[in-house]
């Protein structure tokens, strides 16, 4: 089997195409949680759901993210009385929201509802929250310390990004089921998804343990490169990348993995990085449709197998 | 000015009514919160919320529950998860329970959130919960005893009724609003609105010092019967009244309310009941659109203030 490591949207593709290729049961896609918050009292899980509605085949593709057929009726009432609707909640995703919130309230760890949720659409791969503990990314920007959604949403990740808090990751857990896939004997490798390095996946990263895991790996670790032409295909990783002083190339995501991947996926349009060591997979990485993200995956999975850990 | 007692569907639409036909302000409608209840970790308050939403206008008359032009994309969703789908939660609605819920949480009382919720819809009337302390209605049926929304959503009151318990009353205080309209020097009467009188006013009227304010009122008080012919227009005030021993008759609702009214508005299919001293007023009641409501208001109003206490 494979642990995959995922963000949101770039993350959700790849996991989606894995999920496809893979035979069922023999994938878990651990998810960072660093952007969950709570919104009018209820637990959103924004990478969650991203992954989640891709492996059930509900996400929208052409906005690309949320739920497709989405409709806004909610919002449009909560404004009527007055409520905030700087977050774009649909009518259909309000469900995954509090449905959780209140399971959760319950007594539920993160990891049952994520679980629960995965059986009633039919998810026949795993999908883990990375910690059930509360973490929540904090960005510290031009405009202040930021939190995540603040930063995302209401200002559009425009701040100048200065450096990355992860609020209570100090003491999370690494989740039962993310640690019982790096322990699993029949783990073949781990592969990072093309998520946003710093936003996505660093959260995941920094739980107590997880640098150490992936460090004293003894299968090969890969992660597929979320640039090409030295662009992120959404979202503002190659911006914050820039901003944080990494080089937008295969050698800079090479330099934040260092010491934790032995092989890099990258797109015929970024050059090889230079770094000694590293095994490099060049393969087109933009990911249109399901034919795209099945071709990823395989091409990702033989790279991976080709790979063999040193002793 | 006037204080109205009201519950669902049939008392907001005669408060629609009075709202209507009086002077912005001169108004307090306090509304049965026994009905309210935790529904998917949300507080829903389905009498304040039928009064409210016809007070704005925004009422479905057709329907006769909810929001005009209200849709179902939430509940289709939440079923997809495995969610609970007994209780129809309409996307807009959801809005109003969201909202409600987490301002309760953060600390408000019902009375607040509830004078937000009217100012964001611009509504000029007063209303309020008749208390800000939870009150739940437990009905004793043939099935045992059931919690209010149990016996009438998932048993659509089809279970025998043999007795109607409000837990938390005896500590539940009327709440500020309501006091308010009691104590009014400018008070000029009250007004039972044609809601049940066991399932939607008992309620009110079971609140410590409730009873005794009305007994000792300086002000008229009017009932509007629920029934016409013998029969509740909707929902099952005359089977509830039956099962517990009251004629379906303007003698039943006389009875009910003795020493509380000094009127009853009667619809003329219904015989005058034959209790002394109480003054009665034949209208047509039936109220299937806003000249019936507006109307009725005016009757009721006319007939209220034609009434004296005596010394």
């Known amino acids: 089997m494979f642990l995959a490591l995922a963000g949101g949207v770039g993350g959700a593709k790849l996991a989606s195409g894995l999920a496809n290729v893979l035979p069922a049961g023999e994938l878990v896609i651990a998810v960072n949680t660093g952007d969950d918050f709570e919104h009018v009292g209820?637990?959103?899980?924004?990478?969650?759901?991203s992954v989640m509605y891709a492996l059930a085949g509900l996400n929208d593709t052409v906005r690309g993210w949320g739920l497709a057929g989405e409709s806004w009726r909610f919002l449009d009432a909560l404004k009527r009385l007055g409520g905030a609707d700087w977050f774009m909640l649909g009518d259909q995703d309000l469900a995954t929201h509090v449905e959780r919130s209140w399971r959760l309230r319950g007594g539920a760890t993160l990891s049952a509802v994520t679980a629960h949720f995965c059986a009633a659409l039919r998810i026949t791969q795993t999908m883990v929250p990375m910690s059930d503990d509360p973490v929540r990314t904090m960005v510290?920007?031009?405009?202040?310390?930021?939190?995540?959604?603040?930063?995302?949403?209401?200002?559009?990740?425009?701040?100048?990004?200065k450096g990355l808090r992860f609020d209570g990751v100090e003491t999370a857990r690494i989740s039962d089921g993310l640690r019982a896939a790096l322990d699993n004997p029949a783990l073949e490798g781990i592969i990072i998804c093309p998520s946003n390095p710093l936003l996505s996946i660093l959260p995941i990263l920094s739980l107590p343990g997880m640098?150490?895991?992936?460090?004293?790996?003894?299968?090969?670790?890969?992660?597929?490169?979320?640039?090409?032409?030295?662009?992120?295909?959404?979202?503002?990783?190659?911006?914050?990348?820039?901003?944080?002083?990494?080089?937008?190339?295969?050698?800079g995501i090479a330099d934040f993995y260092t010491g934790l991947i032995d092989g890099l996926v990258i797109d015929p349009e970024d050059a090889p990085p230079t770094r000694a060591g590293l095994a490099v997979e060049s393969t087109p990485t933009l990911m249109r449709d399901a034919d795209d993200r099945a071709r990823l995956a395989r091409a990702t999975l033989a790279f991976t197998r080709s790979l063999v850990r040193p002793a």
């Open 42 to 49: 209820l637990h959103v899980a924004p990478d969650l759901d």
């Open 211 to 251: 640098r150490d895991a992936l460090t004293a790996r003894r299968v090969p670790c890969v992660a597929v490169s979320p640039l090409i032409g030295g662009k992120a295909v959404k979202g503002p990783a190659a911006k914050n990348m820039t901003e944080l002083g990494l080089p937008t190339t295969p050698d």
């Open 140 to 161: 510290d920007t031009d405009l202040g310390l930021l939190p995540f959604q603040d930063y995302f949403v209401r200002h559009r990740c425009a701040p100048t990004l």
